[in-house]
């Protein structure tokens, strides 16, 4: 179905019954709110260690990522020219649609030209605007010359491509910084001053998708450079009901449960998700906090763009090897007392 022409502003508007809380989730647990960034001061003192979620509007705002990677205005046609034509970067292609899971048998990692999927977008944002002539094929064929392969890949399967954590800095792997070129620019938030990051991503959805429920082993700031992002979040204490794939296997840092088509006969605690869970939403400029082992499921709009900064926690980085048994034991104690209380 074709979707209408994105509005010049936002596609998917912050409206109040778009964001909730559960009837289950703590106060204590609940994301805090600013409408304008804290100091570096207050955010070291008063928002990051508590490990709850933090929503900072207007984070990006006036900085040059926002002003010049807007797809409305001239973003994609930037971002071509500033990458160039020939640097590759790995996407993840879904065999399920629009929803992207962490389970490696449903996606699979792809390298395309970051020119393809920009010429892509812009036949997307084309036919978008021709909707309302009824040409929605319009600017289809005026995609540059390319393999067989790497059209199918670029063009019947772009809905299914998303451009997920592509490196811009990654201190552990310098290589891996395909996109490096656009940390110019990238002004880092003032209240992460002196946060030793291990890594900024670029994100980018050719259309409306979906990410799987997870958590992260770091703390971090996504910020939506262009579009609207709707983050859905639940505490660790959650995990019980979201049913974490085993430690041991693959993507162990996601749920097993369905986004779209939860199975509660096989997961029966799942039917209480919901309740315990919080729903934000994300506009032009706007940042969240996610702090580590959180889990958060994120719905993106068409042509949505996004950064994020990874760092590591207060307590990961001053955690001391010699005590890992002693943590071990502790963990394992709460975590019995949690099986014995959800197998009664």
């Known amino acids: 179905t074709q979707k209408k022409k994105l509005p010049d502003g936002q596609g998917m508007q912050a409206e109040e019954d778009a964001e909730f809380v559960g009837a289950r989730v703590e106060a204590g647990l609940r994301a805090a709110r600013f409408s304008s960034p804290p ?10 260690p508590k490990n709850v979620p933090a929503v900072f509007r207007g984070v990006l705002n006036g900085s040059a990522a926002s002003s010049r990677w807007d797809p409305l205005h001239g973003g994609l046609d930037y971002l071509l020219e500033k990458v160039g034509p020939d640097v590759a970067v790995e996407a993840m292609m879904s065999s399920t649609g629009h929803v992207f899971y962490g389970d ?34 319009k600017g289809i064929g005026e995609e540059p010359t390319c393999s067989e392969e790497m059209c199918s890949a670029s ?3 772009s809905e299914q491509l998303y451009l997920a954590q592509v ?30 990051f291990s890594s900024i991503n670029f994100w980018m959805s050719r259309a409306h998708m979906r990410s799987s429920t ?46 779209e088509e939860p199975d509660y006969s096989s997961y029966t605690r799942a039917k209480y998700m919901k309740e315990y869970s919080e729903r934000v939403v994300l506009n032009c400029g ?36 010699h005590m890992d048994a002693y943590y071990l034991r502790r963990i394992l104690r709460s975590e019995d007392w949690w099986i014995q209380r959800w197998t009664k």
């Open 214 to 259: 997870h958590y992260d082993p770091h703390h971090n700031l996504l910020c939506v450079v262009a579009g609207c992002k709707k983050v859905t979040l639940w505490s660790p204490s959650a995990s019980p009901f979201l049913y974490p794939m085993p430690v041991y296997g693959e993507a162990s840092n996601h749920s097993c449960v369905s986004i």
């Open 167 to 196: 490196s811009i800095l990654n201190t552990e792997n310098k290589e891996r910084c395909s996109l490096e070129v656009l940390k110019e620019d990238i002004q880092e938030p003032i209240f992460l001053k002196g946060r030793p």
């Open 104 to 137: 490696l048998r449903s996606h699979e990692r792809v390298s395309i030209p970051f020119s393809t999927f920009m010429h892509s977008c812009k036949s997307y944002l084309g036919g978008l605007n021709a909707a309302d002539d009824s040409s929605k094929d």
């Open 155 to 157: 063009l019947e399967n």
């Open 39 to 48: 100091s570096s001061e207050e955010f070291a003192a008063s928002i990051e």
């Open 286 to 321: 706007d940042a969240l906090f996610i702090p580590e082992g959180w889990y958060h499921q994120v719905d993106s709009d068409d042509l949505t763009i996004a950064i994020n900064f990874w760092w590591k926690s207060r307590i990961m980085t001053e955690m001391l090897e």
